[in-house]
């Protein structure tokens, strides 16, 4: 998945490079600053001290020492002082420079803590948003994993009125799953062994023969034809749908490829399908929207919202601990 939101602690992550939220003096601090130079050993603070420091909205890399990433990305964030001073345009400038910074490094994979979000203050949803609208920019013309890693996911919180909406959605349409249990248990009492004989008998072989002919369109070639029709290039779509160009080649050569249900709904919604055409897509992948789980809710509510931003719905997902779109 390119654009990945993952629970962690920054130190932890085995990427090519992570990105420090650090001070202008690139001496250490605390927060995510003072974990990394902790976890890096004396080389770090060494190799810093040469650099001279950074201004804000910039960034500077050094090697990673004792961490298990090759490079440490230092940069520094703007600090919050209600929104009116240039800040966003600021963070936005932190994120685009490590990831120009990582590109000329070579790396693959990069690792992002939420800048400015700790000690200066800026808003963690204000500060998530800006990270995935920048991030995600980056990816639609560059291959690059990239992982914004949250640390504390007490506190931090998408909008609330988007929180509300969605878990209103949630309590408004969520069945109860022992209702799907019961039914399915009430199937498993069925004498299976004598209703497969059954329909065998009365499926001759022939019959078998000319139905496995009629096979429908499958997910693949669904998918093929949606890009088409919508007029879109293969990269438009999978970048859009947050799924890796290999993943994307093994579909498209594959006429009997069987994604994820992650992986089928990402691609409907980079496709921006109705409710209608999104289950029929899902089908033929053999999978269905139910209201027994949220995950599935979720989805149903961007979809009827006209909202096809995968990194906002990912967002969403994330808050509700539940799995994220994309390979
Ligand atoms: N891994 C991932 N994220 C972390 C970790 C970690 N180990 N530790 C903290 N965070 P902050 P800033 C999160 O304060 O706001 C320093 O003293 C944390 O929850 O580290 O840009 C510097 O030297 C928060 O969401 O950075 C500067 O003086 C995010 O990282 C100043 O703080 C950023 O919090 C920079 O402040």
Redesign the pocket.
């Known amino acids: 998945m390119p654009l990945e939101i993952v629970r962690?602690?920054?130190?932890k992550m085995n990427v090519d490079a992570i990105v420090n939220?650090?001070?202008s003096t690139l001496l250490?601090?605390?927060?995510?600053?003072?974990?990394i130079h902790k976890a890096a050993g004396k080389g770090l603070l060494m190799e810093c001290i040469k650099l001279g420091g950074c201004k804000t909205g910039q960034a500077k890399i050094t090697d990673a020492y004792k961490l298990p990433a090759r490079f440490v990305i230092h940069t520094v964030?703007p600090k919050w002082k209600g929104g009116n001073h240039g800040e966003k345009s600021l963070l936005e400038s932190c994120y685009r420079e490590s990831l120009a910074l990582a590109k000329e490094h070579n790396c693959e994979t990069v690792a992002f803590?939420?800048?400015?979000?700790?000690?200066?203050?800026?808003p963690?949803d204000k500060a998530l948003r800006v990270a995935i609208d920048v991030i995600s920019d980056f990816l639609l013309e560059n291959d690059m994993t990239v992982f914004i890693?949250i640390?504390?996911k007490a506190?931090y919180k998408i909008s609330e009125k988007l929180f509300s909406d969605i878990a209103e959605y949630i309590d408004d349409n969520y069945v109860d799953a022992h209702t799907d249990y019961s039914r399915e248990s009430m199937r498993m009492k069925m004498p299976m062994q004598s209703v497969m004989a059954a329909d065998f008998c009365e499926c001759r072989a022939s019959d078998l023969d000319s139905k496995l002919k009629q096979l429908d369109e499958s997910f693949s070639q669904m998918l093929l034809r949606k890009i088409d029709e919508k007029g879109i290039t293969d990269a438009e779509c999978y970048k859009k749908a947050n799924i890796d160009r290999k993943l994307f080649s093994k579909i498209r050569s594959d006429v009997n490829y069987k994604p994820s249900k992650t992986t089928a709904i990402a691609f409907a919604v980079s496709l921006e399908l109705s409710l209608e055409e999104t289950e029929d897509m899902l089908r033929k992948a053999g999978f269905a929207l139910s209201h027994s789980n949220k995950f599935d809710i979720i989805i149903e509510y961007f979809i009827e919202n006209g909202n096809y931003n995968i990194f906002e719905i990912n967002e969403v997902l994330f808050a509700f601990d539940q799995k994220l779109l994309g390979a």
Do not use: E, H, M, Q
């Not at 962690?8 to 130190?11: A, E, K, L, P, R």
């Open positions: 962690n602690d920054i130190t939220a650090a001070n250490g601090g605390g927060g995510v600053d003072g974990a964030g803590p939420l800048i400015s979000s700790g000690v200066y203050g800026y963690k890693v640390f504390d506190a």
